[in-house]
């Protein structure tokens, strides 16, 4: 159960604590809420996203319309990147287990 969504609605209307509790509550996955801004790069997205993926959790991006446009455009192409991904795995993340090759 990979999904991406978006929540639309006025400000102060609950959408992050709706997802918050979504996610933390009724289907027990971890939940990053991290506030966009204009500073944030593309190496603090791609952390975030490969974090939140390999641990199995949710992230929320709020205020992302705070994003430059460049930006925001590589992390559309890193999530539609993922998703296709996903969708090629069957939904599932399999983590390669350890070897001892190279040591």
Known sequence: ??????????????????????SNK????????????????LIGIKRMLSGVISSGGCLVMDEINRLSLDVLSVF?????GVQRGLQLCGGSIVKPAKSDFGK
Not at 76 to 80: E, G, S
């Open 76 to 80: 559309a192409q890193m999530v539609l």
């Open 26 to 41: 009724e289907l027990g996955l971890v939940c990053v809420v991290f506030n966009c801004s204009e500073g944030l790069d």
């Open 1 to 22: 159960m990979f999904k991406f969504s978006s929540a639309s609605g006025p400000a102060g209307s609950g959408k992050t604590e709706t997802s918050k509790q979504l």
